[in-house]
Structure formats: C-alpha cells, structure tokens
C-alpha cells in the first residue's frame, strides 16, 4: 500500500493565485516525520519543511503554509499568491521511528504549473 | 546548513560502461548515506542504504552486483552501475544524515542525471 499518496498529478495556476497540494499519508508509527520538498527542473530537492508527529501546530513561512492533521492523516501545503518561480514538482515524504528514519516514502509528487 | 556534495551532476557514456558517483557530506560525518533512483516523471524510491564500514542493504528488487555501494568513510558513499545499459538511465540521488541521533534530517546532494546510449 501506498504509504505517502499524492492524488493531484498535476495543477496549473495563474500567478497570484492561491494554490494547496494535497498530500495524504498512512503510518501505524506513533512517532514520524513529514516532509515536503520542491523539485524544480533542475533536479535537485529542496527541503521546504519538516513535522514531526507530536506538533499538529499549523505552520507559516511567508507565502508558504502547512496544514497537518492527524485526524485525517494528512499534510497539506498551501502557496499563497502564486509566483512563476514557484513551479516544479512537490513532494511529500514520510520517515518512521520503526526503521529509525532511515527510509523516506515519497508520494508521487505534484507537478505545479505557475502561469504569468 | 549541512551540505551533501554529489558528482558528477551529469554522464552520458555508452552501454557497457561502468559508472561511479560519489556523495560526500561536507561539514559533517555520516555513518548512514542513502541511495535512490528517480525515473522521469516519478517518485524517488529508495534504491539502498549505504553504511560506513559495512555492507549496503539494498532494497527489495535492487540487484546489489548492479549497484555496487561503498562507503569506505564517514563523509564518502560511492554508486557504481556496473555494465550500464539503457534502462539504467535515470536521475540518481543521495543522502546523508549526521551521526548521532536518529531523528537527525537527510541532506539530500543535488543529484546524477545517467544517460546510457
């Protein structure tokens, strides 16, 4: 079964435009991280956040927002007036304390499209 | 921040040839790097798990005598595709985390663009 599920492939937005990825996870872990990476053409991740399963607190980080909920199981990443920059691929990521963190589910990634 | 190195950023090379890449941690030690492999418009998955002094566990379906890891140092992991051919042509990242506890974050290198002719 899919550990970290992305279900939005692909979106495209104007710019300025408000725009949340989804991201829904599975774990039977108490203690886990979550993450969420940017990928742009380039290929390299860039790390964008990390929560770990104790903090539901909601975070902001200038134009960027996170959403966590455990009753859901979901984490959901919020760009707020979207800039062309902000195209590439996003994708979340889980780590358990069951294999020590060592391996990291990705999703299958967002691919984010930022019209001008 | 903590800085992953990874080389090279881009191979073309002909089928048959051997491949090496090297991740190196730069400002830290890392007992533990991580290998994965990103097919063009996919997910990254985790291809092995490379420790210092010891052999790499590999993934379910992973041929290890593909994919020779060596992680002969706390801040050196190597990759090598043997024999490549073209269905090995992928973008190959690697991570580091630091000694210490475990809860510690990935750094994650700017990865390898493999093309095989």
């Known amino acids: 079964a899919q550990k970290v599920t992305q279900a939005q492939t692909e979106i495209s937005v104007v710019e300025k435009e408000d725009v949340t990825l989804d991201c829904v996870y599975e774990t039977r872990d108490t203690t886990y991280y979550l993450f969420w990476y940017k990928q742009p053409p380039s290929g390299e991740l860039v790390f964008l956040i990390r929560r770990n399963s104790f903090d539901e607190q909601n975070e902001i980080s200038g134009r960027y927002s996170w959403n966590f909920q455990k009753s859901t199981s979901s984490f959901n990443f919020t760009i707020t007036a979207s800039q062309v920059v902000d195209s590439a691929v996003y994708f979340c990521a889980l780590s358990e304390k069951a294999d020590n963190f060592n391996k990291f589910y990705f999703g299958s990634g967002t691919k984010l499209n930022v019209k001008p | 921040g903590a800085v992953v190195s990874q080389h090279p950023s881009r191979v073309i090379c002909k089928s048959g040839t051997s491949v090496k890449i090297e991740c190196r941690s730069l400002d830290f030690q890392a007992t533990t790097m991580f290998w994965y492999r990103q097919f063009p418009k996919q997910s990254l998955m985790l291809m092995a798990t490379s420790n210092e002094g010891s052999k790499a566990t590999y993934e379910q379906g992973v041929e290890k005598d593909k994919f020779l890891i060596n992680h002969a140092s706390l801040t050196l992991s190597t990759l090598t595709v043997t024999s490549a051919h073209p269905e090995d042509s992928s973008f190959y990242i690697c991570?580091?985390?630091?000694?210490?506890?475990?809860?510690?974050?990935?750094?994650f290198g700017d990865g390898t663009r493999l093309s095989i002719l």
């Open positions: 991570s580091a985390r630091s000694r210490g506890l475990s809860n510690q974050p990935q750094h």
